[in-house]
């Protein structure tokens, strides 16, 4: 069982700066992380793509964070960061974690965190 655990959320100033850190657990020897990435879901809203990394290091970035957001994976340690720049009060949300994994044979499948909340003041 494929476990993710975010950190690093909290209150922040508009035009500060956060970090968020995933970490993922339980992959053991039969399993692999296609990629790791950023989702958010602000109060009513759907969740959404922030950013996300694959297997190869190729980048995805949401429209509204590209140039102001950061995502990097430690492939040796099952992790990966964002790091948020220039905060906006939109920014606002809870973030999860989400791994796409996959294993024997044609076995594809999601994994989600728990969520940390984001809070951008104005």
């Known amino acids: 069982q494929v476990q993710l655990v975010e950190s690093g959320g909290g209150l922040v100033q508009a035009g500060g700066s956060l970090s968020l850190s995933c970490a993922a657990s339980g992959t053991g020897s039969s399993l692999s992380i296609d990629s790791l990435g950023w989702y958010r879901q602000g109060p009513g809203n759907e969740r959404l793509l922030v950013a996300v990394?694959?297997?190869?290091?190729?980048?995805n970035y949401a429209d509204s964070v590209k140039g102001r957001f950061t995502v990097r994976r430690d492939y040796a340690k099952n992790t990966v960061s964002l790091q948020m720049n220039s905060l906006k009060t939109e920014d606002t949300a809870i973030y999860y974690c989400?791994?796409?994994?996959?294993?024997?044979?044609?076995?594809?499948?999601?994994?989600w965190g728990g969520g940390t909340q984001v809070t951008v003041s104005s």
């Open positions: 990394i694959n297997r190869g290091g190729t980048t």
């Open positions: 989400r791994a796409l994994v996959s294993g024997p044979g044609s076995m594809r499948r999601e994994y």
